[in-house]
């Protein structure tokens, strides 16, 4: 990436700094509140507007005088916005997204981009018709470290590759599950919302582990297999694990936010002669092969709003394009027409007092083992897990659900984790 000085002084869409309006700034909002401010100080964009049901306090802005709205649409035509930056509940992404597009503001939607294939479809295709560019918030994949173990892998460093594992063991506390009305839902008055652990807070390990695999797109997705449960009192699942069946081999990911000892998520490339291992919000990468030591090595990160700034100016690369995320969507799906996670019995889980949450006795090792065998907990002799998989069924088969209605008003207390 260039510095800032160094870009065109006006571009399509207008003089640099580019204008950005951010949907959502409390909650994960205020790493993108922050992450905005940083690229204004390098001179690529501006804060112009934020869209909250509640305003922001001049405390948590710093100071710094910026207009504010609950009502996007509004927001977005004062301010002469050319980016809209979306981190607000999974339901409203769509209609929010399609808002920006219809009145030409480019995007970077925060994942899960939505909670259903049917909703992921709509948005996708009305970006591409409305003719502006929208970026997918999976930052991992800005990661240095994806093309370079690609590379690693077509280069036949570690043999040939006989599947890819994902394992993260998190810790959520009870209040992660109040933080907000959607928190913990699959469904909230009639609308999908599928906040599990596969699909938010750990969806960069799934959306990674498919990169590496290569199978990024809907259509690399030929079968999904799927156990969810959850210990603690919500509706969605907080331990679970996929199988994802795709030409170029299997991908397995387990993750809990109910672990005993929480530790960094990674992805694990299986090789005939080697490993690669990936933790993914370190950008570390270790490499294990036949003939040589164990290396270690420490990437670089492009942002994916510094990203998308690029593209629009210089005509750089788009990183996460909505098409790309295609496979994300499907495993999104399949957990969203599963039947619903089953709770765990009593007895396999305990309270942990002194932090306020629930584990599962034994879930690390399990995580572990699944990203290592490319198992499913049932597989690894888990006694309270069964497949609860629905019937596979191609994208354009897929049930629409209850349309969302989101509205054009959105607020932080609901923004994504």
């Not at 994802?244 to 299997?250: A, E, L, M, Q, V």
């Not at 593209?311 to 909505?322: Q, Y």
Request: charged share 20%.
């Amino acid at each position: 990436m260039r510095a800032a000085e160094e870009f065109p002084s006006s571009t399509s869409t207008g003089q640099l700094p580019l204008p950005v309006v951010l949907a959502g700034a409390r909650g994960h909002g205020r790493w993108h509140l922050e992450n905005i401010r940083r690229l204004q100080d390098k001179g690529l964009v501006r804060l112009a507007g934020i869209c909250e049901l509640t305003p922001l306090s001049a405390e948590e802005l710093n100071g710094q005088t910026v207009e504010q709205s609950a009502d996007f649409g509004a927001l977005l035509d004062s301010t002469g916005a050319a980016i809209a930056v979306i981190c607000t509940p999974i339901p409203t992404h769509t209609d929010l997204a399609l808002i920006a597009a219809g009145k030409g503001v480019h995007l970077l939607l925060e994942k899960p981009p939505a909670p259903s294939y049917a909703e992921f479809r709509r948005m996708a295709d009305g970006v591409a018709a409305a003719g502006v560019v929208c970026q997918i918030g999976f930052q991992s994949l800005g990661s240095h470290a994806v093309p370079a173990i690609r590379k690693l892998i077509a280069q036949g460093a570690i043999g040939q590759v006989a599947g890819i594992g994902g394992a993260g063991a998190w810790a959520r506390d009870e209040a992660y599950y109040r933080r907000a009305p959607w928190a913990g839902k699959r469904r909230l008055n009639g609308v999908d919302v599928i906040d599990g652990a596969l699909t938010n807070p750990l969806a960069h390990a799934v959306a990674t582990a498919l990169a590496l695999n290569g199978s990024t797109r809907a259509e690399d997705v030929t079968a999904i297999e799927t156990e969810l449960l959850h210990a603690n009192d919500i509706e969605s699942d907080d331990t679970s694990c996929v199988r994802i069946t795709t030409p170029r081999g299997r991908v397995t990911v387990a993750a809990t936010l109910c672990a005993e000892r929480p530790g960094e998520p990674y992805v694990l490339v299986h090789g005939s002669s080697g490993r690669i291992t990936f933790w993914y919000k370190q950008d570390r990468v270790l490499v294990q092969r036949s003939g040589h030591g164990p290396e270690e090595i420490e990437y670089g990160r492009t942002d994916l709003l510094e990203n998308l700034v690029a593209h629009l100016t210089e005509g750089a690369e788009l990183l996460v394009a909505p098409d790309t995320t295609g496979a994300f969507m499907k495993v999104v799906e399949a957990i969203r027409q599963a039947p619903d996670p089953l709770a765990l019995p009593a007895d396999a889980w305990e309270p942990l007092p002194e932090e306020n949450r629930r584990v599962v006795p034994g879930i690390d090792g399990l995580v572990a083992a699944a990203a290592d065998t490319l198992a499913l907990y049932s597989e690894l002799g888990a006694s309270w897990a069964r497949p609860n998989q629905a019937p596979n069924q191609a994208p354009d088969d897929v049930p629409s659900g209850v349309p969302n209605k989101a509205a054009n008003k959105v607020g932080s207390e609901v923004s994504t984790p």
